[in-house]
């Protein structure tokens, strides 16, 4: 008896480290931010909130303080990605909260990327979440908040 009581915490700790390695996976922005983008993700990383959408924080890997996921199938949020190839001049942009939001429609929904921001933050939205901008409301506020805006109200892509 002694012994099955001294392994049963062993299987309780492969067990939680089997779930914590489980998730949806986000990739890291290529290149990954660093320097002051780095410190900015992370910051607003630490401020998202914990529903978006009326969907609860899910699991995402690999773990990162770039990247961020909500419900199944999941909203994912990426800091630090490059300028979208789509942005021109004309490009029509949504404004929530004061934040522009570049939209791509995809196969099944919607990918929103920041283009007014010192560092550029992408949002995922599945189809099922229709109107996929309504996922923006609940993270446009922290964004807002914790990185900071060029001053272009009209921004322009950067070429490569």
Not at 4 to 19: C, E, M, W
Not at 47 to 69: I, K, Y
Not at 109 to 124: P, W
Request: charged share 15%; glycine share 6%.
């Amino acid at each position: 008896m002694h012994r099955l009581l001294r392994a049963a915490p062993l299987a309780v700790l492969v067990l939680a480290t089997a779930a914590c390695s489980q998730g949806v996976e986000v990739p890291l922005p290529d290149p990954a931010p660093s320097g002051a983008a780095a410190f900015t993700c992370a910051s607003l990383h630490s401020g998202l909130p914990d529903h978006v959408d009326g969907q609860g924080v899910t699991a995402s890997t690999p773990v990162s303080s770039w990247t961020s996921a909500w419900g199944d199938p999941a909203i994912t949020l990426r800091c630090g990605v490059p300028t979208p190839a789509a942005l021109k001049p004309d490009s029509q942009l949504l404004v929530v909260d004061g934040v522009s939001w570049l939209p791509e429609q995809l196969t099944a929904g919607y990918r929103f990327t920041t283009v007014d921001r010192e560092v550029n933050v992408e949002v995922v939205v599945p189809a099922k979440y229709n109107p996929e901008a309504d996922a923006l409301a609940d993270i446009s506020p922290i964004v807002a908040d914790k990185v900071s805006a060029t001053g272009s109200a009209t921004p322009t892509p950067t070429s490569s």
